[in-house]
């Protein structure tokens, strides 16, 4: 059964940093695009960032500031934080696709068949 549990969530100020991770189960996602999504209250999923092979996509609102990376050896993506605003306040998911995706990775939520749980981030100001 293929699992995903993120991690490393919390409480951060306005400046801060957070390291999240994303812990695979069930099968290996080294050929799979994975990806960080993040909702907040009355929003609708918005992409934060992905990762197919070692090629990296980010939302426009943490580019320069947040980074996407993985290890297959532990089947684990990690985003990390930094610079950290209120406005970043949301639940953060984690997802991967089917192995069906080349070239830039949709940003629709719809596209990506296994999630997360997701891991609560909030910032202070």
């Known amino acids: 059964q293929v699992q995903l549990v993120e991690s490393g969530g919390g409480l951060a100020q306005a400046g801060g940093s957070l390291r999240l991770s994303c812990a695979a189960s069930?099968?290996?996602?080294?050929?799979?695009?994975m990806v960080w999504f993040r909702q907040a209250p009355g929003k609708e999923r918005e992409f934060v960032a992905g990762?197919?092979?070692?090629?990296?996509y980010y939302g426009d609102s943490v580019k320069g500031r947040f980074t996407i990376s993985r290890d297959n050896a532990k089947n684990t993506v990690y985003l990390q934080m930094n610079t950290l605003q209120p406005e970043d306040t949301a639940v953060y998911y984690c997802a991967a696709d089917r192995g069906e995706y080349i070239g830039v990775l949709p940003k629709n939520f719809r596209a990506y068949a296994y999630w997360g749980q997701g891991t609560q981030v909030t910032v202070s100001s």
């Open positions: 069930g099968r290996t996602f080294s050929r799979n695009a």
């Open positions: 990762i197919k092979w070692s090629t990296t």
